[in-house]
């Protein structure tokens, strides 16, 4: 056996595990112990190799608490958005810097610890449901380690105003960490809210983030789920968002993609019931050497559901980035449609895509487009703008911004949008003279 | 203001214009007229300083200044301003911002204060009304969805608010339909004086009609080969190109 797996299985063995949920946890352990990492043999990780995850000894156990200061916290919140807000330091929840009290009814947010104590009967009911642990030894590692996360449960009929801000918040501490936080979202019938996932390292930080959130939609639940993975630029980040969709049910999925040294985000949709509608939106953004690998996959279960994809990637230094996005329309899902658009621009000869849209179709009437484009900015827009007296620089810039934008400005909710396009500024070259062309 | 000697100009191994001399002094407004593939268009885009056309010899002065050597934007910042034949659609970039930042380089160039959000819409306004300017397509991306008519209007608006002392108007009539082109010349008309140069590259007379030029010129095959006053230009609409084209050969 492979000396880090073993670490983890000490790890394992070191932490308490006598409740309700044990055996779940063990049989996971157990799994992940019997695949290992994947290897890049196998199709679903053909461009993303995860060996320096997995030569790294990480420690599971995050012991000492590290301090973060409110003015830390408060650089990193959303400045004028009014949100319920969960705050996790290095995996660990944090109280202090969560602000969950004054609730609404209909409404539970609370570390996935407390829930597992209080809510036993819904956990029982939900997690480990949607992301199956024999998917991928990701997920099954996740499982293995369930203690620290979110629980979202909102009551059928609730509308939840309040935007629900989960903040994984990542620091140097002693030696490397590995986190697995696992968020369970359980949205009853016609309820609604707002949930985004931030994952946020501070300084260049060393750790490994490998989350898991399962969210499932019951007839008529509209959820709009927004995942920042803003982490640090030594960090391995592996993500996993498993969905699954009731009848008339839609998801919104934004997944923005900034930081990160080895980055897979993983999102698999499942339209199981007539009317379900799946948007599905995602913007990476990479520089030096980053690696960063989208995978989707959308089942079409049922008759006449609805997908809408659309990834845009902006890639420049020695960066790497991959798109992987599966529609699958299963035998008898007739009257669905399904789209699925990847546009990526090159800003240097040296960054590297690999894109592959996959339709897989199994029944007749139905309306499906898929296509991927590659390509450098636009020499005629470029001298056009140099032809106004704009300065080749910002014009490049420009241009970029306007490009990654396309999918921002879709974003319905403002201070999301505001917050998002300023990120995407941030990672500019020119982001001062963008700021100023912008904000006039 | 702008002296052409010998130009010579390649696209890959093309040659296209083969020693173009042209002299435009201040004040004049001078047409360049020509069949198609006589090298009208690459002129005007070697002025502005595109890529891909590769300057073999001759030279270009402007305003003391060795307009080759300069990137396209400093082209624009000292006063050039070329009036695309097919304006290009820029998705995400306000067509607003973009004449707001172009304004105030210009302006940063020349040393003077850049003008704020209010200053520049006073501006703007005046200007609008002379091409009959739609408010609405002031706050779009930048030509994206205009008609061809309205691109073109867009461009000649640009021209007025940034003022250059030379422009360079490439087959802006093409295209548009009899009062599109009134309402264009008389855009360009309103920017007439003493100080200001233009160069209309044209296919065909009608825009002439509107426009009076100075000095008319006929292109063909890389080189002026004929020059008149606006008479020229009459010439040619009754007797095509050709019979220019055998008195030169």
Known sequence: ?440 | MLNIQNLHAKIGNKEILKGLNLNVNAGEVHAIMGPNGSGKSTLANVLAGRNGYDVTKGIVEYEDKNLLELAPEERAWAGLFLAFQYPVEIPGVNNVYLLKAAVNAVRKYRGETELDAVEFLGLIKEKMKIVKMKDDLLNRSVNEGFSGGEKKRNEIFQMSVLEPKLAILDETDSGLDIDALKIVSEGVNSLRNEERSIILVTHYQRLLDYIKPDHVHVLSNGKIIKSGGPELALELEEKGYDWIKEKAA
């Open chain 1, 1 to 440: 056996m492979n000396d880090n797996i073993q670490n983890y299985v000490s790890d394992f063995e070191r932490l308490k595990n006598d409740d309700w949920f044990a055996e779940s946890r063990y049989t996971a352990l157990k799994l992940f112990k019997e695949s290992g990492f994947p290897n890049s043999k196998l199709e679903n990780w053909k461009y993303t190799d995860v060996r320096p995850i997995k030569r790294k000894s990480f420690s599971n156990v995050s012991e000492v608490t590290v301090s973060v200061s409110a003015e830390e916290v408060n650089a990193i919140r959303f400045d004028d958005l009014d949100c319920i807000e969960i705050v996790f330091i290095n995996g660990m929840f944090s109280k202090e810097h969560s602000s969950l009290s004054a609730l609404d009814k209909g409404i539970v947010v609370e570390n996935m610890l407390d829930a597992l104590a209080n809510d036993k009967d819904l956990l029982t009911k939900h997690l480990t449901k949607y992301a199956n642990d024999n998917v991928s030894p990701f997920i099954a590692l996740n499982t293995a380690f369930i203690k620290n996360g979110t629980f979202i449960n909102v009551a059928p009929n609730t509308l939840i105003e309040k935007p629900i801000n989960i903040l994984y918040l990542s620091k140097e501490s002693n030696g490397a960490l590995a986190i697995h936080p696992r968020n369970l979202i359980v949205m009853g019938e016609n309820s609604e809210a707002t949930i985004i996932e931030s994952y946020i390292g501070l300084d260049n930080a060393n750790y490994f983030t490998n989350s898991v959130t399962e969210v499932t939609l019951s007839p008529s639940a509209n959820l709009k789920h927004y995942k920042i993975q803003q982490e640090s630029l030594n960090a391995y980040h592996i993500g996993n968002l498993n969905v699954m969709q009731g009848k008339d049910s839609k998801l919104e999925s934004h997944s923005i993609s900034l930081g990160g040294a080895l980055v897979r985000n993983d999102i698999h949709g499942q339209l199981a019931a007539e009317g379900a509608e799946i948007i599905m939106n995602g913007l990476y953004m990479t520089g030096n050497k980053q690696h960063v690998d989208n995978h989707t996959r959308i089942d079409h279960l049922k008759p006449r559901t609805l997908s809408t994809e659309n990834y845009r990637g902006v890639l420049n230094g020695k960066s790497r980035a991959v798109f992987n996005g599966k529609v699958i329309v299963h035998k008898d899902a007739q009257k669905i449609e399904a789209h699925q658009h990847n546009a990526n621009l090159l800003l240097s000869d040296d960054a590297e895509i690999d894109t592959k849209p996959e339709l897989e179709i199994y029944a007749d009437d139905v309306k499906c487009t898929h296509g991927a484009t590659v390509g450098q900015l636009d020499q005629n827009m470029l001298f056009y703008l140099r032809s106004r007296a704009i300065d080749e620089e910002t014009a490049r810039s420009l241009l970029t911004y306007a490009f990654a934008d396309e999918l921002i400005s879709n974003i319905s909710f403002a201070p999301i949008r505001n917050r998002l396009e300023r990120l995407v500024i941030g990672q500019l070259p020119d982001a001062a003279l963008i700021r100023e062309f912008t904000n006039e």
